[in-house]
Every structure is written in structure tokens, then in C-alpha cells.
């Protein structure tokens, strides 16, 4: 009996100790090793000490991080360093670090400012025009020309248009090179013995079917060319819509809803309905016929260069930002071979909706401001939230130009080492341009920041660069047309479906579902917007 | 006194079972009555700075993407029509494996075999999608070994999808809910049983005439809470397992994958709000209707 008692009430402490555990406040959106997202004001790290006339503002940053997400205590080492530089310069900011996994990046900053956590400065991965519609972000207009001008005269006024609504700013742009170039991946030796490619070599569509079919006749029994998986309700695709979107193809610029612009024009149109997608999809279902490309090519989800390492598949299209122009010859651990990168063609140039803002939580705006005009205007900011603290995460290599450093990792250490590492998230914070070069594992390095800010130069841009599509009063229509899209695109896209027989089903169904109410919406408000 | 006495007793008798309560009933307030004022987003325009509550109501406005669609009638009928024959066929399986595991009883095997046929529900959809695409896939094992040759692209043949996902849905959960009458037929009196062998009953006729009719209630309410969501569907079945292929919406769309294509992109939070409100409301309805034909019919096994 007396164990009866003493086990019954085991068991309710047990229970009630369940029900204290799961009462802690904490998000569900990060389920990735070293998850950041505990909020306790204490990480405040200069706030005992003041300097000057007034107290300094701390202003919170949340950060995307791809593949690395460092954990909290390599954060908060990195913000120690960072507040002190500040606090020598006599900033009137501090910094207080997030960094928060990229891949579930917009749903955890959505449920932080739900929540009413403290969300200062982040970053709109996308769906700008919603943040804004629905009041997520405050306007930025007063400080553009105080905080902000230093980054305004590296910058330009121009690219501001991406954030402006209504005559307000909402959002300061990542200075980058927006471009992509899209390149064809194989292995170098089937490159140079098979295709008898060298350095320097360049390839149009064209050209690369019939190079698939040489690779098809010598290697029946491995994919040509692998599809690229889309994700996140995009569909498995070949590039060929962003290729062929691109100033040396057809020149189109997509607002989304299959609603868009072909050629160097105004006038909107349905894109599903033009010579460009039909030419699309009818080299993607060619490739498929021909039994270039993967089996199941719309469902499959591996990734190219899984497949190229395991052997199964030679080659795969991908985009990368920036410019190549030569042919690279790289060896590199994500295909476990050394692969030849042979440039197809660029892509139109958009702006690239990675637009830095300051949350409707925030309480102090202009240091939130003066907080982002460092990340475009000081390099030691920038690169210490890239590359860590010196010592521990990285190594100054002495190579560089004094304050542009050139770095590497500490003796021995690779990235998945150092207590912080975010040097993936490169290209969409702040100011690219004044980025620290990192020594590659083979002791060269290569500074292509010059090269790329000349190539984004050149760059064609799209007739309507800088416009951003508001579709607050087409949202069912949007909707409507969204479902459509996920039910043929993929099919379309990687060659499955036949686009004699499923274009005009698709262009009907797009109709049907409200599709001319869109471009009527996005032509009245490109016309009012010129 | 003494009856004051044997009073205070029998209330400390309930203290530790109501303490033993008290984490689930918490956790039922708190995870399902009190977002309840949530139901109001699906009427509104949230607007994030104002708030849930200070934010503008719209009327039906956010309903309109999902009855405006020209493909309303095809997902409601797709998520209807796969509920009842889960419901039905999923009640049907549940018995038949629950009269067997009853059967095995004393044997040892009953234990071993218990927690396998409980084990596919454990298994994360996700990977259950992959294992049918091991079966299914260009490559898999049904299109090498058994139909060599030309095989069949199953993703993009919606007709054999309703027997497919059927299939999966019944490997998946058939074993999982028998437990629940596994129980109840253990609480049936043996005697019942011994008094119909000598009276010459056969297995079918004990099973008809005994098993079945005491478990009742029990079948019986399991089906009235499964009438509950018969406009929600499995996410994970429907989305998942025909790995998300566009060719079979015919045969797997349904209002939740509906949902879920339609606001991807849109981020809505108000829209896909008035879509779950729309299968919760009409959940309810249904539930309500059917307790009270129950109740006509057979006051015993209604809900309430």
C-alpha cells in the first residue's frame, strides 16, 4: 500500500513537472542545430558603460544564416567585439546579434513579432509588398537623408524605387550584384576528354542539347542533365525560365501570377501565353523525350550535386550571383569531384526583393537606421558579423590592403570548427562590395568584388526596374491562380507534359481563375507608377 | 459524525485523481478554448501593427478565394468521399484486427504482435511518402521486379491515386485505432462466450452476435467524432505521399492541400484562417445533425 502511495505521487509530480516544462516561452520556428532565439534583454552587452552625452540605443539585428547557424555563445562574443568597436568609434548604436536559420527565416521573425518579441532590423526575404500592406514595417523616409546618406552616396538614390510605396520608403536594398549568371555543371574530365571543352568556353541552349545527346550516347545509363528540385511550392525546373527570361533570349520580366513583360516593353501580359514559355517548355519536354533528364523529373527531390557525387547524374544547371566569365575549374567537396562551371547566359536584372527594414516593434527608429547604414558603410561590421571574432573564427592573412582584409581560417580549422561562421550569408547583408575576401583552402584568393560591381554595371535591366507588384486587390484571383500554377508547372517546367496539349490548358485555367483581372491590376499600376 | 467522517473520506479519494487531471484539462484550456478568439482573424484584415483585435472587419471577404474557385465542388467531393470511405473502411479494418488480436489473447504472440500493428502510425508521413515512392518511383520496385518492362508512371495517372492513398491511409492507422476496441472487447464477460459455444455458436455467429452488439456505444461514438472532421484531411497523406505532383490533383486535391497551394506564395494568415474556420464550422453542423439522429434512433450510444 505504501508503495502504491509513494509511486501515485511520483507520478503526479512527474506530470505537473510536464506541464511547467512545456510553459516556457520559447518559438517553434528553430529546430536547427544551434538555435539562437532565446529574448532576455540581458544579452545587452554595453549597456553598463555610456559614453558622451547620450545613453547608447541598442538596436536588435536578426540576421539569416545559411547552412551554419551559429549558437548563442559565438553570437554573443562576436556582438562583445563588435559593441566595442562602437563604443571606440563613439557610435550612438550597439549592436544586439540574432542570427537565425535562413530556411525558416520568414516564418520565425512572422511568429517573434506575433509574439511580441523584439524585432528591430530584418531582413524581407520576399513578399515586400505584403510586409508593407499589412503594416509589418515602418517607413524609413525621414532618415534616408540623415542616417542613411552615407550608404545613399555609395548606393545611388535609384534603387530605393524597390522600397517605395505611396511616396514612403520601407526598406533599404542589399547592395549586391543582383545578377545571376547561370552555369552548366560537369565534371571537368568528361568535359575536356568527352566535349573537348576548354577555358573560356561558353554554351547557348542550343548548343547544350546537342552536347547532351553526345553524353547521352556515351553514358546511356546516367542522367545527362538532372533537374533542379524546386522548393517551397516552386516547381522542379531546369533554369530555362530565368535563361530564357534573360537579355540574350526573349528579355521577360515576371511579376508572378504568370503576369509579365516580354521585351524591352511596357505592356503586361499573360506569360503563359507567349512565344517564350512555349519555347521553355518545349525544350524541357524535348530533353525529357529524348531520356536526357531524371525519371519522375516533376516529383523527385535530390539535389544535382548529390547526384553527380553518387555518379548517377553528369550534369545540372544552376544560377549563381554575380559574374564568371571565365570557364572555373574548381574542385570543391559539394560534388566530390572537380567539376567545370561553363557560363550559358545571365539573367535580367532585377531588383532582388533582399531589402533590409525596421520592424513595426521597433521603438527607436533612427538608430535602427543609423544602426543599417553600418552594415553598408563599415567594413569591420560587416565582416565581423561574416567571419566572427578575430583570433577565434578567423586569421588575418596580412595579404590585404589594410583595413580590406584578406582572411582565413584559423590553422586546422574548417568552417564546421570555428564557434561562428556565417559567410554564407554574404550576399544578402548590407554592402557586398566591402566584404573581406576569404583565402580559399589552396592558398590563392581571388577579389572579384570590382569585377562584379562593373558586370552588375552592364547589366540589361528589366524596362520596369525598381517596380514592385502590389496585389492587395487581386488576392483571390492570385490565389486562385497560384493553385492552378502548382497543379502544371512542374509538369511543364521539367518536361513531363506534352506544352502542345498542356499550355492552352494551363493559359485556360489561369483565365478562369481570374488571371486578366491581374494584368489589368499590375498594367494600371506600372502606367501610374512611370 | 460518523456520516460527516465517511464524507470527508470519500472527497480526499478523489484529490490525487483530479491533481492527475489537472495538467490535461490545463493544457485542453489553454490549446483549445482559449485561441478560440482566433476564429475572428478569419473575418478580419490583420494588420500586424494593430493587432488581432484592433484590426478591420471584412465580413465573408476572406472566404471568397475558396468558394469562388471553379474547383470548390472537386475538392470538397475529393476530401468528403475519401473521409467516408476512411471512416467506413477504417472503422471495418480496426474491428477486424481488434476480433483477431482478441482471439490471440493468452497467447504470447498477442505481445510481439501488438506493438507492430501499432507501428506504421509512427512512422512520420514523410517517410511513408518515400517508401511508397520506393514502391511507385520510375525506378521503384513495382516497375522493375513486377511489371518489367514499360512499368507505369504512377505520378501522373490520377485514376489508381484514391486506391493508393486508401491503402496507405488503412497500413497507416488501422492497427493504431483497433487499440481502442481492443480494450473495450477485453472488458466483455467470458462467460458470454462459453454460454454460446455449449449453445452450439459458431466464431462468425459469436462474433456477430456477442462482440459487436456490446461494443457498440463504443463504435458508435468513435464514428460520431469522426463525422467531426469530415471536411479536414490528412496533410501529410494528401500532400505528401503523391509527393506533391501536380498531374494527380484530380484524384488527391483537397481543401486542405487546396489551402495550402492557394496561400503559399500569398502568406496570407486571414485567408488560410477563413478556409480552417469554413471545415471546423461545418465539422461541427455535421456532428450535431448526426447526434441528433442517433439519439432518435438509438438514445443509448449518442454523444450527448
Known sequence: MKKCKILSVLLVLCLSLGLIACGSKESAGNDNAGSTTVENGSKDSAGSETTASKDPVTVKVSYP????????????????????????????VRLDLEAVDANNYNTTIDMKQIGGDQVDLYMSLGGFADQVNSNKVLPITDYIHTALQPTIDITGEEILGATTFNGQIYGMPV?????????????????????????????TIDELTGYLDVLHQK??????MAVRPGMNGMPNNFCLSAIMGGPDYYLVTDLGSGVGIEGNNTTVVNLYDTDYFKDVCQTAYDWNQKGYVNKDVSVVAEEGYDLMKAGRALSYIIGYGGCNPQVTDESDSTHGMSVMYVPIAPAINMPSGLNWCVSYGCKNVEAACEALNLFYTDPFVMNSILYGVEGRDYEDTGLGNGE???????????MFDVPYYAFFTCGIMGNEYIDWVALQPDGTYEDRREANKEFQKNAVSSPIYGFTFDTANVKNEVAGISTVESQYLSGLLSGELDPNEYIPKLVQAVKDAGQDAVIAEAQRQIDAWR | M???????????NYLPLILMMLPGIAYMIVNNYLPMFGITIAFKNLDYSKGIFGSEWVGLKNFEFLFRSKDFFMIIRNTILYNIVFILGGTFASLAIA???????????????????????????VIVAYLVYGFLGGDGWINNTLLKGDGISWYSKPEYWPFILTLVHFWKGA??????????MSGID?????AAKLDGATKMQQIRLITIPIIRPMIMLMLLLSIGRIFSSDFGLFLQVPMDSGALYNTTQTIDTYVYRALMKLNDVSMSSAASVFQSIMGFILVMLSNLLVRKVDPQSSLF
Open chain 2, 2 to 12: 460518523e456520516s460527516v467522517k465517511r464524507a470527508k473520506k470519500r472527497r480526499v
Open chain 1, 219 to 224: 553514358y546511356p545509363d546516367q542522367i545527362a
Open chain 1, 404 to 414: 580590406d582584409k584578406i582572411v582565413k581560417l584559423p590553422e586546422g580549422k574548417t
Open chain 2, 175 to 184: 492497427g493504431y485505432g483497433s487499440i481502442i476496441y481492443i480494450a473495450t
Open chain 2, 99 to 125: 476480433v483477431m488480436m482478441t482471439e490471440l489473447g493468452k497467447h504470447k504472440i498477442a505481445k510481439v504482435l501488438q506493438p507492430i500493428i501499432c507501428f506504421p502510425n509512427m512512422i512520420s508521413i
Open chain 1, 65 to 92: 544564416c545559411l547552412v551554419i547557424v551559429p549558437s548563442e555563445d559565438a553570437v554573443v562574443g562576436v556582438e562583445e567585439v563588435i559593441n566595442k568597436y562602437l563604443e571606440e568609434k563613439g557610435s550612438g
Open chain 2, 190 to 194: 467470458v462467460g458470454l462466450y462459453e
Open chain 1, 175 to 203: 547592395y549586391r550584384t543582383d545578377v545571376c549568371t547561370y552555369y552548366w555543371i560537369l565534371p571537368t574530365t568528361i568535359a575536356e576528354n568527352d566535349l573537348g571543352f576548354e577555358v573560356g568556353k561558353t554554351v
